[in-house]
């Protein structure tokens, strides 16, 4: 069965410091990995996926295979990106994603 | 445009009761999707539909759940003699061509 897991459920940074929530999974197969982002009083968004191989707001993320792991980046946090992150992982049959328990991240002024 | 929605965004109930969640997805959207969020944790998979029929229930966590989909549009998710167990916010998502899943704001069920 596949598993997501984010080992940090509270990140805190200040503002132009540069930010990395950890993602790893376990799943057989070849996954597509996500990562979603719920802003304050906001419903939860897509903020990247791995077949894209773009940057978001600055964010990153590129999946290893070899460790398992789908970290997102980001070189300087910004105030605004304090929020919850949730890593996900899907596999073709359907598209239902599983997620990781979610980090928040604080980024202070 | 607009986005899915979900009704009541908010439902209190008492333990035993019988409560209905509804989903409008985006419109054109072939796929409607179920999530359960307990609190401090992420979304877990409850109920995919592909058009009118569930085509995985796999994380239905018992009988008393159930959800239809009747005309591949609207979807109402049901929960028969509601337990405290129960209580979370209920997420639905709909996705079209690009496997994109748009979620809804949620509706936060408490069952006392």
């Known amino acids: 069965a596949q598993r997501v897991t984010q080992p940090e459920k509270l990140l805190s940074v200040f503002k132009g410091a540069p930010v990395e929530l950890k993602c790893n999974y376990s799943?057989?197969?070849?996954?597509?990995l996500f990562w979603y982002v719920q802003y304050s009083r906001q419903r939860l968004q897509l903020l990247l996926r791995?077949?894209s191989r773009e940057s978001i707001k600055g964010f990153t993320a590129d999946l290893n295979k070899g460790e398992t792991s789908f970290h997102l980046k980001k070189p300087f946090a910004q105030e605004e990106d304090s929020a919850m992150y949730y890593c996900?992982?899907?596999?073709?049959?359907?598209?239902?994603?599983?997620f990781g328990g979610g980090t928040r991240l604080m980024v202070k002024p | 445009g607009a986005g899915v929605s979900q009704t009541p965004s908010n439902k209190v109930t008492e333990k035993g009761k019988y409560v209905e969640l509804r989903c409008d997805p985006i419109?054109?959207?072939?796929?409607l999707y179920w999530y359960r969020q307990s609190l401090g944790q992420g979304p877990e998979f409850l109920i995919y539909?592909?058009?009118?029929?569930?085509?995985?229930d796999s994380g239905l966590p018992n009988d008393r759940f159930f959800a239809v989909r009747p005309e591949g549009s609207v979807s109402t998710l049901k929960i028969q003699r509601t337990e405290r167990g129960d209580s979370a916010m209920y997420l639905c998502?709909?996705?079209?061509?690009?496997?994109?899943?748009?979620f809804g704001p949620g509706t936060r069920l408490t069952v006392l």
């Open positions: 998502a709909s996705s079209g061509d690009y496997n994109e899943q748009f």
């Open positions: 799943y057989s197969g070849s996954p597509e």
């Open positions: 791995h077949i």
């Open positions: 996900a992982l899907t596999h073709n049959a359907g598209n239902m994603l599983t």
């Open positions: 419109s054109g959207h072939t796929a």
């Open positions: 539909f592909q058009g009118t029929g569930a085509a995985d």
